[in-house]
C-alpha cells in the first residue's frame, strides 16, 4: 500500500494513518495511538529518535535505552534482530566503542545474516578482514563489510535481519562495547528459543560463520548495533 500526503487526515497536530487491517502503518520510532476507528495517530512532533535520524536503516537498540557495557567472550558471536526500517541495500554496520581497547587485539569480525528458516539464518554481508585497531572512547566505529557470492544484500521495509559481531583471538586489552547488558527473560521477555531477537553462539572462527541456527541461541545481551547502506 502506498501513501500520498492526500491519504492523511490532520488532526491536533498529527496525522491520522489509515490502517492496513489490524496493524497500522506507522513512522518508524514514532509514538501511535489509535483513534475510535482503528487508525493510527502519528505524532511528527515527538523526539523519540529513530534510525533514520543517524542515518541508520535500522539497530538493536536506541542510544539513550543502553544499560550499560560488555566485554565480549573470546570465541562467542553475539547477535541480534533488527527490523529494516527502510528499504535498501546493506552495506556496514556500525557500533560504539566505550572503553578503549589495544591496537591490532583482539580481532572482531562483523555481519548480517538473512533469516532464512527458523533453524537458519544465512550470511550475506561478512567481514572481509579482521576489524583491528579498535582503540577509540566513546567512539563510533563502521565495518566495511562483503557481499556474500549468490547472497543479495537490498532488504524491505519491515525485513527482519540478524546483525552479528564474534571475537576469536584473546588480549588482555580488549575493548569494551556499550551494550545492552539486560538476560534471560528479560530482552527475550516471551520468546521461545527460535524467535529470540538477541543471543550468542559459539564459533572457533577465524572467519564469521557462513551460517548460523537462531533456535539454538543462548539468551544474551550483546553490543549496541545498527545497519547501515
Not at 62 to 86: A, D, L, N
Not at 159 to 185: K, N, W, Y
Request: glycine share 10%; aromatic share 8%; net charge neutral.
Amino acid at each position: 500500500m502506498t501513501l500520498v500526503l492526500e491519504d492523511l487526515v490532520q488532526l491536533d497536530g498529527g496525522f491520522l494513518l489509515p490502517a492496513v487491517g489490524s496493524n497500522p502503518i506507522p513512522k518508524e520510532g514514532r509514538v501511535l495511538a489509535s483513534d475510535a476507528f482503528g487508525n493510527a495517530l502519528w505524532s511528527p512532533s515527538d523526539s523519540v529518535a529513530s534510525p533514520s535520524d543517524h542515518d541508520f536503516v535500522g539497530w538493536n537498540l536506541r542510544p539513550t535505552e543502553r544499560q550499560g557495557t560488555i566485554t565480549p567472550t573470546v570465541g562467542q558471536v553475539y547477535v541480534s534482530k533488527i527490523e529494516c526500517m527502510r528499504a535498501a541495500t546493506l552495506a556496514r554496520i556500525s557500533f560504539l566503542i566505550s572503553t578503549a581497547g589495544a591496537a591490532g587485539t583482539p580481532n572482531y569480525r562483523f555481519g548480517i545474516y538473512r533469516i532464512t528458516s527458523a533453524t537458519v539464518a544465512t550470511g550475506i554481508l561478512l567481514s572481509s578482514a579482521h576489524e583491528t585497531g579498535i582503540a577509540g572512547t566513546n567512539t563510533q566505529y563502521t565495518a566495511n563489510l562483503a557481499l556474500v557470492s549468490g547472497q543479495s544484500a537490498s532488504v524491505e521495509r519491515g525485513e527482519d535481519v540478524f546483525a552479528a559481531m564474534g571475537v576469536f583471538t584473546a588480549s588482555t586489552t580488549a575493548a569494551i562495547f556499550h551494550a545492552s547488558t539486560l538476560t534471560t527473560g528479560v530482552l527475550n521477555w516471551g520468546l521461545v528459543q527460535a524467535t529470540y531477537r538477541t543471543g550468542r553462539f559459539t564459533s572457533a572462527g577465524p572467519a564469521m560463520p557462513a551460517t548460523f541456527n537462531p533456535s539454538t541461541l543462548t539468551d544474551s545481551g550483546g553490543p549496541l548495533l545498527a545497519v547501515k547502506v
